[in-house]
């Protein structure tokens, strides 16, 4: 069959040519892995990997594996979210879990009850003047905390020319210095009934769907996605185009380090405590789950579906090999391969582009 011609000048449309959806080939991936899992499971481990053989649940699911996938990667997904949109714009953040660290630290002192039972607070951060108050205040200082982080990274990348790697490594340093600092290093417990409710059960998730849901939208049909895009394809370009670049660098930082604080709020409402350490690496695995998905480290290119999906592939493969027994060492010998491979099939998905 002939080649239809259609266009301006002639030009024709092979359809051999036509791009594969690049979330379809992760998805595909996403099976074959949780694949990989069961045969692992059925010959090592005698049981199914996600699937229920022994009637406990009421669907053919094992409920309580995909329970704990979805959640282990629903507050670190929160940071790769906003983590994707740095990318895209060919920039990157290191920031994010320090960020996490003092942000939950400085809303969970806003977040206090003043009596456990009967007993004045143990490990009361500011007084009885920062105790039971509405949950709105420490939501509201715990966002107020992330916002201002990730001004400062997009203004000091935006204004002052300082890489994104130089600039958001020092907030990572920061930020980890404000959590010790708070307190003094001691954590900070017994929050309120309303903010437990933040991170309780299923919340976690929910949130994590809705911010999904949210950013992709606006990447995909608003103007504030197009500029991103395009600042991430051709910055030189872009500018020529009208687009404030400079403007919008800081809005896209700013944006990532709200997502931050509210993934520190959700993180500490689901751990009824706040620690120092609290973040540690988050900010490659939400750098790791983003690439995965497909997002460009070059910038210009990916999405929030695609992260979404590296996600979840990078929750199946801890939460297998846990299944499979192995120890906690191994886990993070295998996360730092995931980030290896991940910039390497980045790389690969480069230059197969150019050979085209």
């Given at each position: 069959?002939?080649?239809?011609?259609?266009?301006?000048?002639?030009?024709?449309?092979?359809?051999?040519?036509?791009?594969?959806?690049?979330?379809a080939?992760?998805?595909?991936?996403l099976?074959?892995?949780?694949?990989?899992?069961?045969?692992?499971g059925?010959?090592l481990?005698?049981?199914s990997?996600?699937?229920d053989?022994?009637?406990r649940?009421?669907?053919i699911?094992?409920?309580?594996?995909l329970?704990?996938?979805?959640?282990?990667?629903?507050?670190v997904?929160i940071i790769?979210?906003?983590?994707?949109?740095v990318?895209?714009?060919?920039?990157?953040?290191?920031?994010s879990?320090?960020?996490v660290?003092a942000t939950?630290?400085?809303?969970?002192?806003f977040?206090?009850?003043?009596?456990?039972?009967g007993?004045?607070?143990?490990?009361?951060?500011?007084?009885?003047?920062?105790?039971?108050?509405?949950?709105?205040?420490p939501?509201?200082?715990?966002?107020?905390?992330?916002?201002?982080?990730?001004?400062?990274?997009?203004?000091?990348?935006?204004?002052?020319?300082?890489?994104?790697?130089?600039?958001t490594?020092?907030?990572?340093?920061t930020?980890?210095g404000v959590?010790?600092?708070?307190?003094?290093?001691?954590p900070?417990?017994?929050p309120?009934?309303?903010?437990?409710?933040?991170?309780?059960?299923?919340?976690?998730v929910?949130?994590?769907?809705?911010?999904?849901i949210?950013?992709?939208?606006?990447?995909?049909?608003?103007l504030y996605?197009?500029h991103?895009?395009?600042?991430?394809?051709?910055?030189?370009?872009?500018?020529?185009?009208?687009?404030n670049?400079?403007?919008h660098?800081?809005?896209?930082?700013?944006?990532?380090?709200?997502?931050s604080?509210?993934?520190?709020?959700v993180?500490?409402?689901k751990n009824?405590?706040?620690?120092?350490?609290m973040?540690?690496?988050?900010?490659?695995?939400?750098?790791?789950?983003?690439?995965?998905?497909?997002?460009?480290l070059s910038?210009?290119?990916?999405?929030?579906?695609?992260?979404?999906?590296?996600a979840?592939?990078?929750?199946?493969?801890?939460?297998?090999?846990?299944f499979?027994?192995?120890?906690?060492?191994?886990?993070?010998?295998?996360?730092?391969?995931?980030i290896?491979?991940?910039?390497?099939?980045?790389?690969?998905?480069?230059y197969?582009?150019?050979?085209?």
């Amino acid at each position: 069959m002939a080649d239809t011609t259609h266009g301006i000048g002639g030009l024709t449309f092979d359809a051999k040519k036509r791009n594969w959806p690049n979330e379809a080939n992760i998805f595909i991936a996403l099976l074959l892995i949780i694949g990989v899992f069961e045969l692992l499971g059925h010959f090592l481990m005698g049981q199914s990997f996600l699937f229920d053989t022994r009637g406990r649940f009421g669907s053919i699911f094992n409920e309580a594996r995909l329970e704990i996938i979805i959640l282990q990667v629903s507050i670190v997904g929160i940071i790769a979210i906003g983590v994707t949109q740095v990318i895209i714009s060919s920039g990157i953040d290191l920031s994010s879990g320090s960020v996490v660290g003092a942000t939950a630290m400085i809303a969970m002192s806003f977040a206090q009850v003043a009596e456990v039972n009967g007993n004045p607070n143990p490990t009361t951060a500011l007084g009885s003047w920062a105790q039971d108050l509405p949950v709105l205040v420490p939501v509201a200082i715990g966002l107020l905390c992330g916002l201002l982080a990730g001004f400062v990274n997009g203004v000091l990348i935006a204004y002052t020319g300082i890489p994104p790697f130089i600039a958001t490594l020092g907030m990572m340093v920061t930020a980890r210095g404000v959590s010790k600092w708070w307190t003094a290093g001691k954590p900070i417990s017994f929050p309120t009934d309303s903010y437990k409710e933040i991170g309780s059960g299923l919340m976690p998730v929910v949130i994590f769907v809705g911010v999904a849901i949210l950013f992709h939208l606006l990447l995909k049909y608003t103007l504030y996605g197009k500029h991103t895009y395009a600042i991430g394809s051709n910055e030189s370009a872009a500018r020529m185009s009208g687009i404030n670049v400079a403007r919008h660098k800081v809005l896209i930082y700013t944006i990532a380090g709200v997502l931050s604080g509210l993934a520190a709020i959700v993180l500490s409402s689901k751990n009824l405590t706040a620690q120092a350490g609290m973040g540690v690496m988050y900010e490659l695995d939400a750098i790791a789950m983003a690439v995965i998905g497909g997002v460009s480290l070059s910038g210009g290119r990916g999405s929030v579906v695609g992260t979404v999906l590296g996600a979840l592939i990078f929750g199946v493969i801890i939460s297998g090999f846990t299944f499979l027994r192995l120890d906690a060492y191994y886990q993070e010998m295998v996360k730092g391969a995931i980030i290896v491979a991940a910039v390497v099939l980045d790389r690969w998905r480069h230059y197969l582009a150019a050979l085209r």
